[in-house]
């Protein structure tokens, strides 16, 4: 056999559906995960449980892997560093993983290429926020911590120098921004390969509930054609600039007056890309199956005119199978995808996409599903 | 977490593929498989390694699953009843798995239930055969063993009292069917679930090569409305009157006057139905898991106009992933399902799915790609 041995660090959702990916592609998928219980431990043969921010176990896995890429971006810089010098792939690299790793250095490099941004800089202190706030609108002033944020931890929307006080206690950098007044959230997701091809899924629409992704839809609805183009350049000429291998999420505010600002990015397999599964010709998973290894890259293309993401989040309701009965009954077209998570409220414990021709349709049916799973729909 | 377990007898690629269609369903799958190193033991976290034909292994291994169901159909009928006698929910049950395990049994059921067939009878040696031939329009005459056989093996046509005499020699019973004049092979694929549901997939087109499956077309081109209708209905009351539950593939005949006579029953995911994974709704091994959870049954219906199934058989060039770069940069539409397992000649290792609105172009582009993994096609 001379298949390859993909090694994914991290036993998320997102590590579980890269293995469901790979199956058909004949490759070995080995998983580092932090206990036999997370979400793709459960499903893939090959588990190493250790700790990822350990550069011993790290070698130790990376030794019976061809390549190595990643569930998360929290694997240290130091470590991803260590690994290429010690020969290993490790895809995205650390020279562009750690633009999605550190929002400072991110916002760095993209004024340095000329990606248009919200107005930001690294502040030192809450008199800092408000000097920040004075050079610009005022307040409100987002609050980031440089590193380790996602789904709305670690970031803050202040109003006042006194709120401003809270994201300086854990004594990290943070970057202030300016609270952007956007129309509606896009992303443009792309991937590339080491050889420097790439491809891009049709810009989408992403709705957020509390800082949390609850809704995608492909592709975005009512997007100008130019506007569409644009941020898709835009992501493409990103993972090109940084070097970036496997799947790039660029998160963006579309502003009232037409233009597209980056939010945030993500080197992974990312939540505004899940519709893809469905949707796409070739869906993220499977496209970033390929691009770490090198291999030609699938069609990124929609199989339907509208697909549609809605996240499954816990409820109070700890019993999702048996919401299966009337949500499968219901709609025999609906698409569940289940990560094997205990429920616990607010979680990311699942998704559901659909697909047709009428969106408000496409639409309802998602949303009926994900809120029956949560159990807030009961009928 | 009160998600479901499936266990699944036999590891080889349709246990492999069933776990793939599983995994979104968040369902825990438990295998049975004879080596550690069987297609489906590579990528499934939960494998018992243990021989099906041991009850007690059985036994053990089904304590640990809410529903065992089959990757083949060798498990011995008395273990399964043993099995139900032992509570556990065996999937299809052995009454209705002895119909896929045993062709005398089948063909008299088919019989009493007045499905058509090929003429037939069990025969006791070459010259029972003859008297057989004379019954009808002489040789040549179809035996088959009527346990055990499957592509081609167990199965002998033979043009005189002569050559009949190789299948006995096994001392097991044979079975003697005409040689039907038919103008091409169909399969009706259906799926029933415990409390009565049922889907039909549309009929597909099965062309054999040596007595192995080459090429499936979904749907079957040019087919009569009427007789793909009937054969459906003749599908969907073979699984009623036999109690399938779970997938049934019915293997037919198109005869040149216009009839569909029953070939063969397979009582799990079925290589006629490879191309659902990327042609239609739901697919058979989703379709088939929830059935037998007795969950409602997904949409069966085409995603496209033409979706064409080749499989990839083992050639002369053991190195197929070196024809990924090939394959995937001439077609980035392209389906590849490889199975994990080492290349022998004539082996079943993979298959790959197209799709498309022509249907010249998407045979080329499977049969091209199923050839050049092969290495028949070089350029």
């Known amino acids: 056999m001379t298949f390859p041995v993909v090694g994914m660090v991290g036993g998320g959702q997102l590590a579980r559906m890269t293995h469901e990916a790979g199956i058909p592609l004949g490759i070995r998928f080995k998983l580092l995960s932090d206990t036999p219980q997370d979400s793709a431990a459960q499903v893939v043969n090959d588990v190493v449980v250790g700790d990822y921010r350990d ?79 004075g050079e610009g609108d005022g307040f409100p002033v987002v609050l980031k911590t440089v590193r380790g944020g996602y789904d709305g931890k670690g970031v803050w929307v202040v109003d006042s120098v006194e709120e401003a006080a809270e994201p300086f206690r854990a004594g990290v950098p943070v970057l202030a921004e300016e609270k952007v007044d956007f129309v509606r959230e896009l992303a443009a997701n792309v991937v590339r390969s080491p050889h420097g091809q790439a491809v891009a899924y049709p810009v989408v629409e992403s709705r957020q509930v509390g800082g949390v992704c609850d809704t995608v839809i492909a592709p975005a609805p009512d997007l100008d054609e130019d506007l569409a183009l644009r941020a898709e350049e835009m ?27 980056v939010n945030e990015l993500a080197m992974r397999p990312h939540n505004s890309g899940h519709w893809s599964q469905d949707g796409a010709i070739t869906s993220q998973f499977s496209n ?36 299966y009965l009337h949500c499968m009954a219901r709609d025999p077209q609906l698409k569940i995808h289940m990560y094997g998570k205990d429920v616990k409220p607010g979680r990311k414990v699942g998704h559901v996409n659909t697909y047709g021709d009428d969106l408000d349709d496409v639409l309802e049916r998602a949303r009926h599903a994900a809120g029956y799973l949560r159990g807030t729909i009961t009928e």
């Open 55 to 133: 550069l011993d176990t790290l070698r130790e896995f990376a030794r019976g892997c061809d390549v190595i890429t990643f569930d998360h971006e929290h694997v240290p810089t130091e470590h991803l560093r260590a690994l290429e010098a010690d020969g290993v792939a490790v895809r995205p690299g650390p020279d562009a993983l750690v633009h999605a790793q550190d929002k400072g250095v991110m916002r760095a490099r993209l004024d340095a290429i000329g990606v248009p941004c919200p107005r930001h800089r690294i502040v030192s202190d809450p008199q800092d926020v408000a000097a920040f706030a």
């Open 235 to 261: 992501a493409l000429r990103i993972a090109k600039e940084l070097g970036v291998v496997g799947h790039l999420a660029v998160e963006l505010f579309q502003t009232r007056d037409g233009r597209v600002l």
């Open 288 to 323: 970033h199956v390929r691009a770490v290894l090198d291999l030609p890259l699938g069609d990124p293309r929609p199989r339907a005119k509208w697909t549609v993401m809605v996240n499954v989040l816990g409820g109070d309701y700890p019993d999702m199978y048996s919401a």
